[in-house]
């Protein structure tokens, strides 16, 4: 947020001239341009996981994160490096990482990238000193059509309501760009300054909601589920079933305007294809695993809960429907579909289905 003009080189410093001035805090992020171009990254020559990363992942391994973020990623040898750290030092948990999208080389490698992580972050306050503002919301689009291709969650993040650190109510201007991140149907969006150091905490995060709620709401209204074509990921025959019955669940889904999507997964592979499709109705998935029941969490539109499961379908529907019923999530009459890919224990060969029930 500061500007400086490279006056004069001497020895090992520069002096320079401020032209914009501002705050400049220690271990600031400083990129370097000369004529209109990019020269190249300040922290280019350092490691993407410092020795205090290293210790700050090991206490965060400790207390039972859910989730790592990586910052700068360059390639996607420093995502599989540190996959291999957190299940070396934590075997029985499953912690996602996520890259974080914000310099040259993220987007230089991004498909490889996201290939490997667990999910990505756009993060949009040091992509826009990496990259020149006006391509900002362009790179923030192709990042968020490219995770929902390859499957991957992705989170926008930086500057949604940046005005709300200091007052109650945010610009249109900032309603108008969180609108516009939820027609292109990110998973999540995140806040930062607004709630690490704002004066407005809940507010900014009820104005988020709000908006989000009212533009989702349009979005089904305008039927924009129909524009959308999305690429077969599934290689394998058994992939390409679950693939092909989560996008006819969907479809279904849409067509005879379901209440919710039901479905029973143990990985949780089925509910986050069913996700990408971004149906019209909630999407309840039910697992027997604590770890997958969190992680499910990042994904749009799920609503996961973990459920020891039967041997029985039908007991393990009915159980939902008293479950969800209770909650007042669904009522008598709801129309749902329903998918699964439980196996039984009897059988070696995953049971795939997907039915249409109404609720009794």
């Keep these: 947020m500061v500007r400086f003009e490279v006056a004069e080189k001497v020895g090992p410093d520069v002096h320079c001239r401020c032209t914009d001035p501002g705050l400049l805090l220690p271990r600031a992020n400083l990129t370097f341009w000369r004529g209109g171009h990019l020269v190249r990254e300040g922290n280019s020559m350092l490691p993407t996981i410092s020795s205090k990363d290293w210790i700050d ?12 973020a990586i910052s700068f990623v360059k390639t996607a040898d420093v995502i599989k490096h540190l996959k291999s750290y957190i299940a070396a030092r934590s075997p029985q948990r499953l912690i996602g990482v996520l890259a974080k999208i914000e310099s040259c080389e993220s987007l230089k490698n991004l498909k490889d990238i996201i290939l490997v992580s667990d999910g990505a972050m756009v993060a949009r306050g040091d992509l826009g000193a990496q990259i020149p503002l006006e391509q900002v919301p362009s790179v923030q689009q192709e990042v968020v059509q490219l995770c929902r291709q390859l499957n991957k969650p992705v989170i926008v993040a930086s500057q949604l309501l940046e005005s709300m650190i200091e007052f109650p109510t945010p610009t249109r201007a900032e309603v108008a760009d969180v609108s516009e991140m939820v027609r292109q149907r990110v998973d999540a969006l995140m806040l930062s300054g607004e709630s690490a150091m ?13 908006v ?17 074509t999305l690429q077969q990921l ?18 279904m889904a849409n067509k005879l305007e379901a209440d919710a999507i039901f479905v029973f997964t143990k990985g949780g592979h089925m509910a986050s294809l ?18 997958v029941r969190i992680n499910l969490n990042l994904r749009w539109g799920l609503i996961p809960f973990r459920l020891d499961f039967s041997e029985d379908i039908e007991l393990n529907l009915r159980r939902t429907f008293s479950l969800l ?22 059988q070696s060969n995953m049971l795939q289905s997907i039915q249409v029930r109404k609720i009794p």
């Design 212 to 228: 989000s709620l009212r533009i989702e709401e349009w979005c089904r209204e305008e039927k924009l589920h129909q524009h959308a």
């Design 325 to 346: 019923k209770a909650r007042g999530m669904i009522k008598t009459g709801d129309l749902i579909i329903a998918v699964s890919d439980i196996a039984p224990s009897n």
């Design 57 to 68: 992942i090991d206490f965060g391994i400790a207390q039972g994160v859910d989730f790592i």
């Design 198 to 210: 704002g004066k407005f905490p809940d507010k900014a995060l009820n104005v988020l909601r709000t």
């Design 274 to 291: 069913l996700s990408r499709n971004r149906p019209d109705c909630p999407i309840f998935a039910f697992t027997d695993s604590k770890d």
């Design 234 to 251: 599934a290689t394998s025959l058994t992939d390409q079933i679950s693939e092909q019955i989560c996008n006819a669940g969907a479809l």
